[in-house]
C-alpha cells in the first residue's frame, strides 16, 4: 500500500518563506511525476508546481520566480520552497504522485499567509 504523507505547512506573513516536503512510502515504483496542487477558500483544487522524471517543471503563473520544486529520487521525495508569499498562496497545499499512471495524492497540508 502506498502512503504520501505531507508535511512543512504553518502560518507565516506576507514576504516570508515556507517549506513543503512529500514522501510517498511503501510499494510505489516508476514514478513519473511529483506535483503540489493547492485549493484556496472557494476555488477549484489548482496545479502549483509538477516536476517529471526528466527533471523539467511546469509552474503556476502566479508563483513563477516565487517558488521553486525539487525532488530526491532515491528518497521519492518532492520539495516546495515558496518565497516571497502572498495572502493569495493561503490554501491546503496537496501533494501528487504518478507512478505508472496512477495518482496518489497526500491528505493535504495547511499555509496560511497573513497580510
Known amino acids: 500500500q502506498v502512503q504520501v504523507v505531507e508535511s512543512g505547512g504553518g502560518l507565516v506573513q506576507a514576504g516570508g518563506s515556507l517549506g513543503l516536503s512529500c514522501a510517498a512510502s511503501?510499494?510505489?515504483?516508476?514514478?513519473?511525476?511529483m506535483g503540489w496542487y493547492r485549493q484556496s477558500p472557494g476555488k477549484q483544487r489548482e496545479l502549483v508546481a509538477i516536476i517529471i522524471s526528466g527533471g523539467n517543471t511546469n509552474y503556476a503563473d502566479s508563483v513563477k520566480g516565487r517558488f521553486t520544486i525539487s525532488r530526491d529520487n532515491a528518497k521519492n521525495t518532492v520539495y516546495l520552497q515558496m518565497n516571497s508569499l502572498k495572502s493569495e498562496d493561503t490554501g491546503v497545499y496537496y501533494c501528487?504522485?504518478?507512478?505508472?499512471?496512477?495518482?496518489?495524492w497526500g491528505q493535504g497540508t495547511q499555509v496560511t499567509v497573513s497580510s
Open positions: 511503501g510499494s510505489i515504483r516508476s514514478i513519473n511525476a
Open positions: 501528487k504522485i504518478v507512478a505508472l499512471n496512477y495518482a496518489y
